[in-house]
């Protein structure tokens, strides 16, 4: 089937806006990881969400950061009052399984902050 | 505190020539080592794991726990392998991945 979706994959946003980053995840898994990935980083931890509930949302960088999975499949990350440092990629993932296993990766939104 | 890192930012190598990128991670625990790889214009994907103790494409990482070290190694590079790497780790009771900051190899004909 497919794999990890992310819309957009490009966003271009002025200081100040509000943005919502979408994420659908490989259907039936029930872990679900939001990354962040500066320019020249690796990826790192934001939050992540079993089935529905967010069990650990200690990786994000500020209050102005909101993650859902209201109905535990598709979830948005929500960035209010964006910042330049706020630019990034932003990577979704989902495990079939609790726990540590492979996590499969979506290909990344792209948020640039003007 | 759980980090990872990669000393090498880039790695050159020619085809059929060994390839190693090393990988150091501290971790007061038990850990989990990864190491994903992405290709170019592709998503990033696992490429092994240490419990496996699999061959995957031709490379192999031990987990060496006395250098806390778990670096990926390949005897004859390919041009194919030419890509990005990144070692990760996990806690064995925990989920999510600290990764480190990446190592690009480039492998020339």
């Known amino acids: 089937g497919a794999g990890v979706s992310q819309s957009p994959r490009y966003k271009v946003a002025k200081r100040g806006q509000d943005v919502a980053l979408r994420c659908d995840p490989i259907?039936?898994?029930?872990?679900l990881f939001w990354y962040q990935q500066a320019l020249g980083q690796g990826p790192e931890f934001l939050t992540y969400?079993?089935?529905?509930?967010?069990?650990?949302k200690s990786g994000l960088p500020s209050d102005r950061f909101f993650a859902e999975r209201p109905e535990g499949s598709v979830s948005t990350l929500k960035i209010q009052r964006t910042q330049q440092e706020d630019s990034a990629v932003y990577l979704c993932?989902?495990?079939?399984?609790?726990?540590?296993?492979?996590?499969?990766f979506g290909p990344g939104t792209r948020l640039t902050v003007l | 505190a759980q980090r990872v890192t990669q000393p090498e930012k880039l790695l050159s190598v020619f085809k059929g020539a060994p390839v190693e990128l090393k990988c150091n991670y501290s971790?007061?625990?038990?850990?989990?080592l990864f190491w994903y790889v992405q290709y170019s214009r592709q998503r990033l994907q696992l490429l092994l794991r240490?419990?496996s103790r699999e061959s995957i494409k031709g490379f192999t990482a031990d987990l060496n726990k006395g250098e806390t070290s778990f670096h990926l190694k390949k005897p004859f590079a390919q041009e194919e392998d030419s890509a990005m790497y990144y070692c990760a780790l996990s806690g064995i009771s925990d989920y999510k991945l600290s990764f480190g900051a990446g190592t690009t190899v480039t492998v020339r004909a």
């Open positions: 240490h419990i």
């Open positions: 969400f079993q089935n529905e509930a967010q069990l650990d």
């Open positions: 993932a989902s495990s079939s399984r609790t726990g540590v296993n492979e996590q499969f």
């Open positions: 971790y007061s625990g038990s850990p989990e």
């Open positions: 259907s039936g898994h029930v872990s």
